[in-house]
């Protein structure tokens, strides 16, 4: 065990700290994806390294050679210091890294940059009203003609759909194959004729998703990333990139932070919520689960640094621990503001921003979404602790 | 010995459903959500005799038991049902019957006329922007969450555990709409300056009965809400095929269902008993109240979010409504204690603490 980075590892933390105290107080709070002082911020993360990092510069990003202990220590010191790591989404946590993985060097060129400047926003197209955690029996389908791919069907889900520029779409092209084989990842734009959007308000209140309808849908040939019936394996590629980041301990460490202030400054009945020895233990247990999953991210990260050192379980639980912890810490919040706790919209009384209520039911539907806890647990129990699958069924009919 | 609800609660409660099933479905909900009032519904129950249920039959009401009355608080929770049952129909007629004295309001209430509100928070816990003070037949600052928005008058508890009743009309007093997760019910903030207040009673056992029975019929409300999500939860995952298959054979999914049940089911007789307690059993009546208020709240939760689950994405829309209960669920655990609050109260009144 050696936990030291290395001295050229504490000059760069020293970097990133100085950067934090210079810029960090004008890193943007809540703004949307589009909102000018969120791209403003992206273009300073990007121009210094702090996001789009060991992207090649002639893809529009920084080009530092890959090193995940300055990336680490980069997630470290930002959610240390609270400070927004730039913008998210799925075109900058799942495209791009398919793209740099898998994409062709024109794929590359045209969608990369823009993309993590924050100027092209993308949705994902893969769940279908049939097709949910069956994902591949998908159904919406592609068939080329001449020089085009023409679209026809239905997904849902789609987060983000009413805000991109393009999809990123999983369909069928190989009607006779394996259902698994059928598939191809394709990649249009969203204002392409033939698309409708159709909003799903979700129970926080908001339509953040879509349900979104292809009718001769027609895109270019190339827009497809790897070859006709590879959709499958280029999606699985990036799906851990998605789970990653669903369970990311750093993000929980700045809200178990912020329950932590909560708890110093909230009182009720005159006495501090964080001098209340049951609240103070349910606080301790939070912090003791996220102290856990940052150990193990930290696991994870040295398994892809030394050779040999497996961590493949310690990877596999990151989604199910982390959506699950997440959803108990905010829930925490709600528990020890009694009635305030219930606060919502525009209740002058909600505590943080009125965040606690939303990321509760946010985390909810993160529980859900991405692959949901049950199907986590068929993966861990099936590849990663090799036990039999269920049989299969098959088709009735 | 029988354990159970006798042959008229089971009358009482089917035609309570019946009515809450032909005119509170969901779209009658979400139209309350949206901003309609809620007086057709109350109008509804109040011919089926609901707001006179606890009313002593001297003041025109029918004198029923809590239980009675928690037959209906489930019913309601089912159907997550808007309207004034807790303050006006529960909490208010407690505090008036056995403090005394308040026969013209107990009529009114009875009839259905009169609505009172409840408005604890300075008892439950203090804060910081809201602190009542009352002296001399006059009351100053603020509630927060009192619950209903349309009472005609509220039952103020200060944190002596004396009760007041405020007119709503009285000057002085204002009231703005605060929201909340849960959009089945209203609740407002009062703010007091100087506003006329009646005592109603200085004797902590009226407050206590009050609060008591006011816990036990937002457990009542969480069993019928959380019954209501199994039910939805169960069907749901028997018609949904995933894998060609209906979700409900995978064992993950059955297992969430048996888990639920098997969280919910004894809560039932939990209720049941901690309602027959509020009359019968004085000894034991505040600490299962106590621990039927946190311990539905617990299960509650779990089984909100259990249910969610079942249903995937589905769950998570407002199409589906879903979350009318999960929510609902969500602000019975909050009000007039959150569990860790109750369990302390429970401990302390075994002399635990
Ligand atoms: C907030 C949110 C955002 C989303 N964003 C997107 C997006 O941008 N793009 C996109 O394509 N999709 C998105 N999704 C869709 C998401 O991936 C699906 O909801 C998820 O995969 C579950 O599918 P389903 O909703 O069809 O549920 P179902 O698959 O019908 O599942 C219902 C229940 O059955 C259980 N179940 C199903 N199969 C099994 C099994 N084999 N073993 C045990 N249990 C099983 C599930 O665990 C669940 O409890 C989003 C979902 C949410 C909630």
New interface residues.
């Given amino acids: 065990m050696d936990l030291s980075f290395g001295p050229e590892y504490e000059e760069f933390r020293a970097e990133v700290q100085t950067f934090l105290r210079e810029h960090g107080g004008r890193s943007p709070q809540n703004a949307g994806m589009r909102a000018p002082e969120s791209l403003a911020w992206q273009k300073l993360l990007i121009e210094n390294g702090y996001t789009a990092r060991t992207i090649p510069k002639e893809y529009g990003g920084f080009g530092a050679p890959p090193d995940i202990i300055k990336s680490r220590i980069i997630a470290e010191e930002f959610a240390d210091a609270r400070v927004n790591t730039g913008l998210g989404g799925q075109g900058i946590s799942m495209l791009v890294p398919t793209l740099l993985e898998m994409g062709t060097e024109a794929q590359k060129l045209e969608l990369i940059k823009p993309t993590i400047q924050g100027e092209m926003i993308w949705c994902q197209g893969y769940s279908e009203p049939g097709a949910g955690s069956d994902l591949a029996s998908l159904t919406t389908r592609a068939v080329l003609d001449g020089d085009e791919w023409v679209v026809n069907g239905q997904k849902i889900w789609t987060s983000t759909a009413q805000l991109a520029d393009w999809i990123f779409c999983l369909v069928r092209t190989e009607p006779d194959a394996p259902k698994h084989k059928g598939i191809s990842f394709l990649l249009f734009k969203m204002d392409t004729p033939g698309i409708e959007i159709r909003p799903l308000v979700d129970m926080t209140g908001v339509a953040n998703f879509n349900e979104t309808f292809f009718t001769d849908v027609r895109l270019p040939k190339d827009q497809i990333v790897g070859q006709r019936g590879e959709g499958w394996m280029v999606a699985n590629a990036v799906l851990g990139h998605e789970r990653d980041s669903l369970g990311n301990p750093n993000n929980t460490l700045m809200r178990l932070n912020a329950l932590t202030e909560l708890m110093k400054t909230e009182t009720v009945g005159g006495e501090r919520l964080i001098d209340n020895p049951v609240y103070r233990d349910r606080l301790m247990q939070i912090q003791g689960r996220v102290m856990a999953m940052r150990f193990n991210d930290l696991r994870v990260l040295s398994s892809r640094l030394n050779k040999g050192q497996d961590a493949a379980l310690a990877r596999m639980i990151v989604k199910l621990q982390g959506t699950e912890l997440r959803h108990d810490l905010e829930g925490m919040a709600i528990d020890i503001l009694g009635e305030v706790g219930l606060s919502y919209g525009d209740n002058p009384h909600t505590r943080s921003a009125g965040s606690w209520q939303s990321q509760y039911m946010y985390y909810l539907g993160l529980i859900i979404g991405g692959g949901t806890s049950q199907i986590q647990k068929n993966i861990i129990s099936e590849r990663g602790l090799d036990m039999p699958r269920e049989p299969k069924v098959e088709k009735a009919g | 010995m029988r354990f159970g609800l006798s042959e008229e609660q089971t009358l009482l409660e089917d035609s309570v459903n019946r009515f809450l099933r032909d005119h509170v479905a969901l779209d009658r909900v979400r139209t309350y959500a949206d901003g309609d009032s809620d007086d057709d519904i109350w109008q509804g129950l109040t011919e089926l005799g609901i707001p006179a249920l606890l009313v002593p039959e001297a003041q025109g009401g029918v004198e029923l038991s809590p239980l009675d009355a928690a037959v209906v608080a489930e019913s309601l929770g089912y159907h997550v049902a808007p309207g004034p049952f807790l303050g006006s129909a529960v909490m208010a007629p407690t505090a008036l019957a056995s403090a005394g004295d308040h026969d013209e309001e107990l009529s009114a209430l009875a009839a259905g006329e009169f609505r009172i509100g409840i408005a604890f ?1 300075e008892s ?6 809201a602190q009542v003070t009352a002296a001399g037949g006059r009351i100053s600052g603020s509630s ?2 009192a619950f209903d928005a349309d009472a005609d008058a509220y039952l103020v508890a200060d944190s002596n555990h004396h009760l007041y009743l405020v007119r709503a009309a009285a000057t002085g007093l204002e009231r703005a709409v ?5 959009r089945t019910r209203r ?1 407002v ?1 009062l703010t007091y300056n100087n506003v006329e207040a009646e005592l109603v009673s200085d004797d902590t056992s009226v407050y206590e009965a009050t609060l008591d029975i006011g816990r036990v019929m937002l457990a009542a409300d969480t069993l019928g809400a959380a019954q209501a999500m199994i039910d939805q939860a169960v069907a749901y995952a028997k018609q949904r ?5 209906p ?1 409900a054979s ?1 064992q ?2 059955k297992h ?1 269902c048996a888990e639920m049940t098997a969280s919910l089911e004894p809560c039932r007789a939990m209720v049941w008993f901690a309602a027959h307690a509020l009359a019968d059993l004085p000894d034991e009546a505040r600490v299962t109240a106590c621990h039927t208020k946190a311990h539905l709240a617990e299960v509650g ?1 779990f089984v909100a ?1 259990t249910a ?2 079942v249903h ?2 589905m ?5 589906l409504g ?2 009318y209960w ?2 609902r669920c ?2 019975n ?3 007039l ?5 109750v369990r ?1 109260e429970a401990a302390q009144l075994q002399g635990l603490a």
């Fill in positions: 928070g439950i816990g203090r804060r910081i922007e927060l969450f605060l929201t909340t997760v849960d609740t903030e095929e995933q894998f060609n298959r979700i995978f993950a999914v969430m939760k979010k969610t689950e995937g994405g769950g998570f829309t407002d199409l879903l979350h999960f929510k969500g602000s655990r909050q009000w204690g959150a569990p860790e609050l302390e």
